[in-house]
């Protein structure tokens, strides 16, 4: 299965955006599911993961309180919602499947199916 980041775009500091990840090949509904991004010169940031059910779910401190990711099983969809935007929030945004239940959910080495991400820009 290949995972799929959409959303992204052009959004003023404060605004919102709500990104999406789907996948081709198969179904991401049976898969711990995480939101990294990655601005230029610095290395991919963790931002959120969410379980198979939704039901638990970890963020980094720096986007904690402003963003949310949830799932929709039935559509096969992940979503990251980004609320009060900063400037800093610029960076490609991608989405990644957990390659089994024991690894680090915070550690990009253990997710793979990264695919494309998508842009967000957040302009001042």
């Known amino acids: 299965v290949q995972l799929q980041a959409s959303g992204g775009g052009l959004v003023q500091v404060g605004g919102s955006l709500r990104l999406s990840c789907t996948a081709s090949?198969?179904?991401?509904?049976?898969?711990?599911i995480g939101w990294f991004r990655q601005a230029p010169r610095k290395e991919r940031e963790f931002l959120a993961g969410?379980?198979?059910?939704?039901?638990?779910?970890s963020y980094s401190g720096s986007v904690r309180d402003r963003f949310t990711v949830s799932r929709d099983n039935a559509k096969s969809t992940v979503y990251l919602q980004m609320n009060s935007l900063k400037p800093e929030d610029t960076a490609v945004y991608y989405c990644?499947?957990?390659?089994?239940?024991?690894?680090?959910?915070?550690?990009?080495?253990?997710?793979?199916?990264w695919g494309q991400g998508t842009l967000v820009t957040v302009s001042s």
């Open positions: 090949g198969g179904t991401l509904s049976n898969y711990h």
């Open positions: 969410i379980g198979r059910r939704g039901a638990s779910t």
């Open positions: 990644a499947k957990k390659k089994d239940a024991g690894g680090d959910n915070y550690d990009a080495r253990s997710y793979d199916s």
